[in-house]
């Protein structure tokens, strides 16, 4: 039999229909297996031979061949390697060294860099199950998940990892939660009797376990596998990876825009260079004399930011090591920067900006009053958080009735002591419950004394509840004690029709063994089957419709505060459960009447405290993309998905949530916000989310909770889950920004003031008709690597602006060459050429008569003694000014010298607040000495000789430099007051966003 391409869903045996499609018991005959006995060993092996191991394929990130290639294969370093070529093309050694230095050096850092972050994700794995139970040979056995086969028989109970889709054979109240594959926050029950057509959605598919999804409640056996992950997640995952493509949005290609900007940056100076060289020769007459070829090395070579990928790269590492320490891990060295232009964030809501664990709120109990639980950050630690006792019922907390009535913190371990009526309201919480909480033992020590829950989180949440007042069904059930209390003999388990469970247990402690029923449910299922309700004293009243409307107005009053409502109820004195209904089954309809209410539970899934609407300022915007609740959300996926790319665009503006999407809904949003010029950055967990984190310009998957094909999709993975790291990054990248710009200026205003002075410069003309440089290639290499490498990595470790999350995202049309920049770089870059020029005219002309010498281009003559101070001068000057230039870049607009008068000790410590920075430019301004006055180093290598008087002209033109750039900045300064566009001073730690949607 050929094997089929089914519309959806996805089996590596052949089958004429998709699992879902198909009986259990004729998919079992058409896999060849017994259900009762599994498959022998031999054809498991004979299958994971055909058809492989069971796992996603994908490929290593720490492969140094590709790693050593991209460190190769980039604009910035092909313009380096061009540069050393024509270097040593003209046989200038000493500078095609020096270059072929910088071209390693770069190539080292970053490929190691590069292969440290590929080895940190490969560590982090993925979160698949790592065994499985499976029948072979008629028993169970335990095998590596990888080597599960098409038509093992797999055997699960609650709490298992599902190793991979699975059709159901028999299942009893089975329920698996599916969050990271649907993104629904609640377990969906399984139905292995019932078939669907072929191109039902995932979702809808009942009869199916899904790969990697956890069973949360359950009775089920066995079922059966069918081969890997199913297709529309396998698709999710091949649109990730960029195998195939899930529509034409994934054209887009996402590129940094500071990044992109560079790489022509540095192909224009390339090209600008060649140009200048050109000029060189053309001055000269294109003679072929090595001192004029010579000119023009210095003059391409004082083009070149040579320091700006050593600098680039280790400010991108450093920022990277700061991550981790903030709970990121920085997949892409460029998502760092990336982030701090990020416009908007689309962010999944389950376990994303939701913790992912139900937990209790409020219980109303009719004849006490209103139990608060106060929030805590661990939601499965019983101990943590206080309760407290309202007398009044929840409808009326808001009330003057409520502002007038007391409140109680209790202690919960006395609390149940002397209140029959909570004592039977924690029995029905603790019992009529499937979940397990427990406290890790001593002998587990990485875990000890850490709460483990296992089930619904529903349940759970009642488990953490009860077990606040010493109650837990592992302590009351004699399933778990076998001296405890009370013995469940029969269950109703929870069906989607009647949305109620209960149980039936035997008091083994009472004279009779008396027969209780505990249930819990829906409010409008529990309460059709109660007859009665125990009010003010604990005694049951009988239910009439006025009691009806106050149980619905307590109950809305609850899911306004946002919480799932479940009511409670019970009854005893029941007969004993004959062996013909053990048989037969219980019938709902005899038991589950003539109940007792007990009264309301309020249970929801926390926000992740970092996630609150306070955390935000309006600067950007978060859109959420949920696959559940529906009723607050802005507007649905069919919504968004039936209008047209046309209609979408046509919005005022887009929603900022949207609920129950599909993979492709967040696509489309993504593109969407593409098309109106927004930089996007998109968090998520699940294999639902993979698409659009490869396809937003950021991708920020959750490192714990989170899906081995969502991380291998992103660009950030979080180690914590805490949407807070979201902000460090977000200032963490912000940060570099600023101090990239910072070095960037540091480095092209020095290019800008070398050819400005050398190409002035060609007037200056010995007897020869040969052009005289003031500045030599060396010189320019020396103060490019040693002084210019130094300070800015400086630069690039100063710490963040006060208001750099506060301020608007990046401007995506500029990127770091924004208007003020070209500014800043154009107005520094002359007044260090005036500095330069001004030097070298003033010795030169002002005490030398103006002696250019002989051939001084190309060695030491007395005749070019004039010519050797004059450079050497201009050469400290250079030195010097881009030294202290470094300082006033700290702050672009504030001043240098900003609170020097009022204290000065404080403006040292300023200086002093960045070590790396202030021990550069010392270092920096005392080496500039012995390549002043070392014999042959200065007249050969370097040639310049020592100076005396003209350190006057140094300071001068030091002093000039300080003025004229204070002077700049408060021009700017002023400036920017008068148009109402200074920063305004506020709270330096209001954070970055705001928004008034609300996450409940």
Known sequence: MDQVEHVSGQANKPLPRPPHALPARTVIELLEVNDQTGLTSTVAEQRLAEYGPNELLKEKNAQPLKIFIRQIANAMTLVLVLAMGASFGIQAWIEGGVMAAIIVLNIVIGFFQDYQAARTIDALGALTSPTAKVIREGKTVVVDSASVVPGDIVELKMGDSVPADVRLIDAVNFEADEALLTGESLPIRKDP?????????????????????????????????????????????????????????????????????????????????????????????????????????????????????????????????????????????????????????????????????????????????????????????????????????????????????????????????????????????????????????????????????????????????????????????????????????????????????????????????????????????????????????????????????????????????????????????????????????????????????????????????????SHFAPEAKISQMPADIVRTMVMTAHQFDSLSDAEIDALPELPLVVARCSPTTKVRMIAALHRRKRYVAMTGDGVNDSPSLKYADVGIAMGQNGSDVAKNSSDIILTDDNFASILNAIDEGRRIFDNIQKFILHVLAANVGLVITLLTGLAFKDATGISIFQITPVEILFMLLVAGAFTETGLGFEKASPDVLRRPPHNLKYGVFTPEFILDLISYGLVMAACLLGSFVVVLFGFNNGNLGHDCNIEYSDSCEPVFRARATCYTTMMWVFLFFAWELVDSRRSFFDGFMKSPRDWALGLWSNPFLFWSVTVGFFITIPTLYIPVINTVVFMHSGITWEWAVVVIAVIFFFVTAESYKWGKRVWLRRHGLAPKKGDEEDAYFSTSTDYM
């Open 193 to 613: 009797d019932l078939t669907f057509e072929d191109e039902v959605g995932p979702g809808d598919r009942i009869n199916v376990a899904f790969s990697s999804t956890v069973v949360t409640k359950g009775r089920a056996r066995h079922r059966l596998r069918h081969r890997h992950v199913h297709r529309d997640w396998v698709q999710a995952h091949r649109n990730a990876e960029g195998n195939i493509t899930i529509s034409s949005y994934f054209i887009y290609a996402c590129e940094v825009v500071w990044g992109r900007k560079l790489s022509w940056l540095f192909l224009y100076i390339f090209g600008f260079a060649v140009v200048c060289a050109i000029v060189v020769l053309a001055a000269n007459k294109f003679s072929t004399r090595s001192d004029v070829i010579i000119y023009a090395v210095a003059v391409a070579v004082g083009t070149l930011p040579v320091s700006l990928i050593l600098v680039l790269t280790i400010t991108m590492a450093a920022g990277t090591k700061a991550m981790v320490d903030r709970n990121v891990v920085v997949r892409q060295l460029s998502s760092l920067e990336a982030l701090g232009g990020v416009t908007n964030i689309c962010s999944d809501k389950t376990g994303t900006l939701t913790q992912g664990r139900m937990v209790v709120r409020m219980a109303w109990l009719p004849s006490i009053g209103t139990y608060s639980v106060a929030t805590t950050q661990n939601p499965y630690d019983p101990t943590l958080g206080e309760i407290k006792l309202t007398h009044v019922q929840p409808k009326d907390l808001h009330s003057p009735k409520g502002a007038e009535a007391p409140v109680d913190k209790i202690d919960t371990t006395k609390e149940p002591t002397d209140k029959p009526a909570l004592q039977t309201y924690l029995n029905i919480a603790s019992l009529a419950n499937l979940a397990t909480l427990q406290r890790m033992t001593d002998t587990e020590t990485e875990k000890a004394g850490r709460w483990s829950a296992h089930g619904d989180p529903t349940e759970v949440a009642l488990q953490v509840f009860v077990t606040r007042f010493g109650w837990n069904r592992l302590t009351l059930s004699t399933e778990a004690n076998p001296s405890a209390r009370w013995k469940q003999v029969g269950e109703l388990p929870f069906d989607s029709d009647v949305k109620r469970m209960s149980v039936i247990c035997e008091d083994t402690q009472s004279p009779n063994r008396e027969i209780h029923m505990f249930t819990k449910g829906a409010t409008e299922r529990v309460v059709g089957c109660c007859s009665m309700i125990a009010l003010d004293d604990g005694e049951p009243v009988p239910i009439d419709d006025k009691i009806v409307s106050d149980i619905q107005a307590n109950m809305e009053a609850l899911a306004r505060h946002g919480l799932r409502v479940l009511a409670l109820a019970s009854k005893s004195g029941l007969a004993p459960i004959t062996e013909e209904e053990h048989k037969k089954g219980l019938d709902r309809a005899t038991y589950e009447k003539d109940l007792i209410l007990r009264g309301l539970v309020g249970i929801y899934d926390p926000p992740r405290p970092e996630s609150q609407p």
